[in-house]
C-alpha cells in the first residue's frame, strides 16, 4: 500500500478521498441523465489511463485503440451471445486476445524499428483492417466454413456491418455476474476499475518497469546504454496497454448492448480515447481521470445547451473537443493536471 | 589478461574508413586515455566498443569474452558503462530519476536504486539539483548527469567521452579528483576520450593515439607527448 501513498502531501490524500466519495455517492444525487454521462466520463477515464500507459509513460504513440477495445468488446460479446459464456470469463478470453494482437503490432513496428509517426500510422492501419474485417466477418466466415467443411453455424457469429447485439434484459435486476443491469451497476463497475487502473498505475510508475518507460521515452539511445532491453519493454507496454484497453471493450458491449464495427473501430474513437489524457496531462497519474472529467461533460453540456437554444448543429461535439485540443496545445502544453497540482500543491513530493 | 582487448577492429561508413586495424589493451584497474584530433575515431571506437556499430573486422574481449556485435543493453549488462560526447540526458525527468535509471542496472529494487543514485550523485557534486529536472541545467552539470548516470550502472569499466570539454580548470581538477577516487575506491577502471590534456596527463598511466582511424602511437603520457607524429597531428610543438 505505501507506495500508492508515498510521498503524497496530506491535501492530496484529502483531495483524492473526497473526490472518489463524491463519486460513490453520486448515484444518489444526481438523475439518470447525469449518471449516464458519468458512466461515459468513467468508461474514457478508464481507457485513458490505459491508453496513457503506453504513451504517457513508455512514448509509444498509439492512434489505433479502438483495434483492442473493439477486439475485447467483440471477444466477450460474441462468446456471450453464442456459447453463453460468462463476460468475466469472456473477459479474460478478451485480454488474451487485445495482448496477442498488441504483441503482433509491437513486435512488426519495434523488430523493424518503426518508431513515431510511422508507428502511430501503424497502429491506425491495423485498426482500420480489423473493422474492415469485421465488416465483411459473415462472407469471412462463410469462405472459412466452405474452405473447411466446418458448418457456418459452428463460427462464432459476429455480426458484420449490420452489427452485432446482445440480448437486452430487464433493467431493474442487477446481476453482476453477467453484467446484465442498470446504469448504477455499470457505473459502479467502471468507477471500481477506474480506481484500480489509477493504483495499478501508480504501482507500475514507481516501479523499475516505469522508470524504464520513461527512460525509453525521453531518450532511447541513452535507454540501451544504461542496460535497458528497449524492444523487451517496449513490448511490454503495448500489450499491458492492450490488455488494460479490453476491459473497456467488454463494457462497451454490455453497457450499450449492441456492436458495429463501424463504430467501435473507428478513428474516431481512438481520438476521443486519446484526447482525454492529452488534455489533462501526458503521462501522469490523474491526467486522464481528469481529462474524462473535463471532456466528456463539457461536450455534451455545450449540445445541450445548443438544444435548449434551440439550434441543432452536426459535429458540434467534434468542433467542440478540436477548440479544446487547441487551447490545450497552446496554453497549457504539458495538460491541465500539471497546472492545476502546481497550483494546489498536489503533486508528490519527492 | 587485460579487462578490455581490442584487436584489428575496423569499421567503414559507405567507404568512409572511420577505423583501420585499431588494437589495445585495458587491464582492470587502470586509466588510459585515448587522444586525437577532431575525426580521428575516437568517438567510433567508443561506439564499436558500446555495441552502437558492430565492426567490420577485428575482435573485442571484456572479461575474458567476445562482445563485439552485441547490443548496447547487453554490453551495459556486461558491465561496461559509457558517456555521451553529446550529452543525452532523460531531460523530462529529474537528475535523480535520470540517475536511478542507471542505478536500476545493478538492481531490481527501486529504493536501493535511489540510494545508490544520490550516492553518486553526491560524488559528482549534484546532489543539491538532485530534484532539479535535467532540462534545467547547465552543459558542464549535464555532462557530470551522464557521468553520474554510467557510474551509477557500476560498471567494470567506465567510457568517458570528452566529459571535461567546457568546464573551468578548477572544474577539471574536481573531475580528475572524483574520477580517481572512484578508480581507487572501487577498482573501475577507466577510459577517458579527452582533449583537455590538463585531465589526461594528471589521469592516464597510458595513453592511445588515434589518427585518421588508426592508432599512430600507445604508450605511457611522458613519451606520447614527445611522440613527433603526436606532436605533428595533434598536440602542435608547444605541448612539450
Redesign the interface.
Known amino acids: 500500500m505505501s507506495v500508492l501513498f508515498d510521498g503524497l502531501p496530506r491535501r492530496s490524500l484529502i483531495a483524492l478521498a473526497v473526490f472518489f466519495g463524491l463519486l460513490l455517492v453520486a448515484p444518489w444525487l444526481v438523475n439518470a441523465y447525469v449518471l449516464s454521462i458519468l458512466v461515459v466520463v468513467l468508461y474514457y477515464a478508464y481507457a485513458g489511463q490505459s491508453w496513457n500507459i503506453m504513451m504517457g509513460f513508455a512514448g509509444q504513440l498509439s492512434l489505433g485503440h479502438s483495434l483492442y477495445v473493439g477486439l475485447g468488446a467483440y471477444t466477450a460479446a460474441a462468446l456471450f451471445v453464442r456459447y453463453g459464456v460468462n463476460p468475466w470469463l469472456g473477459l479474460v478470453v478478451a485480454v488474451g486476445v487485445t495482448t496477442v494482437m498488441g504483441a503482433i503490432v509491437g513486435f512488426l513496428a519495434f523488430r523493424f524499428r518503426i518508431g513515431g509517426v510511422y508507428f502511430a500510422i501503424l497502429t491506425i492501419a491495423f485498426a482500420e483492417f480489423t473493422r474492415i474485417g469485421f465488416d465483411h466477418a459473415p462472407l469471412i466466415t462463410a469462405a472459412l466454413a466452405d474452405y473447411t467443411g466446418i458448418s457456418v453455424d459452428k463460427f462464432p457469429a459476429l455480426g458484420g456491418s449490420g452489427g452485432l447485439f446482445l440480448p437486452v434484459t430487464n433493467l431493474s435486476s442487477n446481476d453482476l455476474l453477467n453484467l446484465r443491469g442498470a446504469p448504477i451497476m455499470f457505473y459502479y463497475v467502471m468507477l471500481a476499475m477506474t480506481a484500480l487502473a489509477l493504483a495499478f498505475c501508480r504501482w507500475l510508475l ?3 518497469l516505469g ?2 518507460w ?2 525509453i ?3 532511447e ?10 524492444f523487451r519493454y517496449k513490448m511490454i507496454a503495448v500489450m499491458l496497454s492492450a490488455a488494460m484497453t479490453a476491459f473497456a471493450g467488454v463494457f462497451f458491449a454490455f453497457y450499450y448492448n449492441n456492436l458495429f464495427p463501424e463504430q467501435i473501430f473507428s478513428m474516431n474513437r481512438s481520438i476521443e480515447l486519446i484526447l482525454g489524457p492529452i488534455i489533462g496531462g501526458l503521462g501522469t497519474l490523474f491526467g486522464p481521470i481528469l481529462g474524462a472529467f473535463v471532456l466528456s461533460p463539457l461536450a455534451d453540456g455545450i449540445t445541450e445547451v445548443l438544444q435548449w437554444a434551440g439550434v441543432e448543429i452536426p459535429g458540434v461535439k467534434q468542433v467542440f473537443y478540436g477548440v479544446c485540443l487547441l487551447l490545450v496545445v497552446v496554453f497549457l502544453p504539458n495538460g491541465i493536471w500539471p497546472v492545476l497540482a502546481k497550483r494546489f500543491k498536489l503533486g508528490r513530493e ?1 | 589478461m587485460a579487462l578490455l582487448e581490442v584487436r584489428g577492429i575496423g569499421k567503414s561508413f559507405r567507404g568512409l574508413r572511420a577505423l583501420h586495424d585499431v588494437s589495445f589493451d585495458v587491464p582492470a584497474g587502470a586509466i588510459h586515455a585515448m587522444i586525437g584530433p577532431n575525426g580521428a575515431g575516437k568517438t567510433t571506437c567508443f561506439n564499436v566498443m ?1 555495441g ?1 556499430y558492430k565492426p567490420d573486422a577485428g575482435s573485442i574481449h571484456f572479461d575474458g569474452k567476445p562482445i563485439a556485435g552485441l ?3 547487453q554490453i ?2 556486461a558491465g561496461i558503462g ?1 558517456t ?1 560526447q553529446v550529452v ?7 537528475v ?2 535520470n540517475v ?3 542505478a ?2 545493478a538492481t ?1 529494487s ?1 529504493r536501493q ?1 535511489r540510494i545508490e543514485a544520490l550516492r553518486v550523485l553526491e560524488l559528482l557534486h549534484l546532489a543539491d539539483k538532485a ?1 532539479h529536472v535535467a532540462s534545467s541545467l547547465t552543459l558542464p552539470e549535464r555532462k557530470r548527469i551522464e557521468v553520474a ?2 557510474m551509477a ?1 557500476r560498471p567494470k569499466l567506465l567510457l568517458l567521452d570528452e566529459v571535461m570539454a567546457g568546464l573551468r580548470p578548477t572544474e577539471v581538477d574536481e573531475m580528475v579528483a572524483v574520477f580517481r577516487r572512484v578508480n581507487q575506491e572501487t577498482g573501475t577502471t577507466i577510459l577517458l576520450i579527452e582533449h583537455v590534456m590538463r585531465a589526461v596527463m594528471a589521469l592516464a598511466q597510458h595513453i592511445v593515439v588515434l589518427h585518421y582511424g588508426e592508432k599512430i602511437c600507445e604508450g605511457a603520457p611522458v613519451d606520447v607527448v614527445r611522440d613527433p607524429a603526436v606532436l605533428e597531428c595533434y598536440l602542435g610543438e608547444e605541448a612539450v
Do not use: H, W
Open positions: 514507481a516501479s523499475k522508470y524504464y520513461q527512460a521515452r525521453e531518450n539511445e541513452a535507454a540501451a546504454a544504461l542496460g535497458i532491453n528497449v519527492q | 558500446a552502437v547490443r548496447p543493453d551495459c549488462r559509457r555521451f543525452k540526458p532523460f531531460p523530462g525527468l529529474s535523480l530519476d536511478m535509471v542507471g536500476l542496472n531490481d527501486v536504486a530534484r548516470r554510467a550502472t
